[in-house]
């Protein structure tokens, strides 16, 4: 009982998204750990695990991330305020005057804004799945939701700077196999990498 207890306290300090914050919340997401991928860091559909376009591989190790599906979240190396504020503002700056995006609710995170492709008659196949959705920014510790072509999410993953969420590729969710989690910046340059990330993403979004 105390191990349940633990777990669940733990499972309720990664803070709000993606589902209630409550016991029903937590024995939905303890549900879907068993739905979870075997290797995070292998995109199915990718031509290897090479990379893809260039892109600086992260130095040091990577962060710990919590076993739970929903939320997503990191443990360790999280940002501070002013790095989630440059990443939100990032995302935000790819919205232009009648281009082809706007902010709406994250429909997964179901809080916090989202960039999405507004005319999904020129989605790509993986942004078709997401209805739309691109990135969010996690308020909490500065860690992102991003989907991105296979080869280009291979080449996220295999130069350090994320992973496949848990449930990637589960239809019943929605979440195509290229659904990264990128792990939060640890300092200006980790953030300049990942606004690369993010535009590279956008600048993908169509087919």
């Known amino acids: 009982m105390q191990k349940v207890k633990s777990d669940y306290a733990a499972w309720i300090d990664l803070g709000p998204g993606g589902l209630p914050a409550n016991v029903g ?3 939905i997401t303890t549900a879907l750990r068993l739905c979870a991928r075997r290797d995070p860091l ?3 559909g990718s031509s290897g695990t090479g990379l893809h376009w260039q892109l600086e591989h992260r ?3 990577r962060p710990s991330v919590a076993p ?3 939320p997503h979240r990191q443990l360790t190396d999280r940002a501070t305020h002013a790095l989630i ?3 939100t503002a990032a995302v935000t700056a790819e919205v232009l005057l009648d281009g082809p995006f706007h902010l709406a609710r994250s429909r997964f995170e179901r809080r916090g804004d989202a960039l999405y492709l507004s005319d999904l008659r020129s989605a790509s196949p ?3 799945r997401t209805k739309g959705e691109i990135v969010h920014v996690h308020e909490t510790e500065g860690s992102l939701h991003v989907v991105l072509q296979p080869d280009d999410a291979q080449t996220v993953v ?3 700077w994320g992973e496949l969420h848990p449930l990637a590729g589960r239809p019943f969710l929605g979440l195509p196999e290229t659904y990264v989690f990128l792990y939060a910046p640890r300092d200006s340059d980790d953030a300049d990498l990942i606004e690369q990330i993010i535009h590279r993403a956008a600048a993908t979004a169509t087919r």
């Open 25 to 27: 919340g937590w024995l």
């Open 42 to 44: 292998r995109v199915d």
């Open 59 to 61: 130095p040091g190790r």
């Open 68 to 70: 739970y599906p929903i």
């Open 85 to 87: 504020e440059r990443l």
């Open 126 to 128: 993986c942004i078709s």
């Open 158 to 160: 295999s130069a350090g």
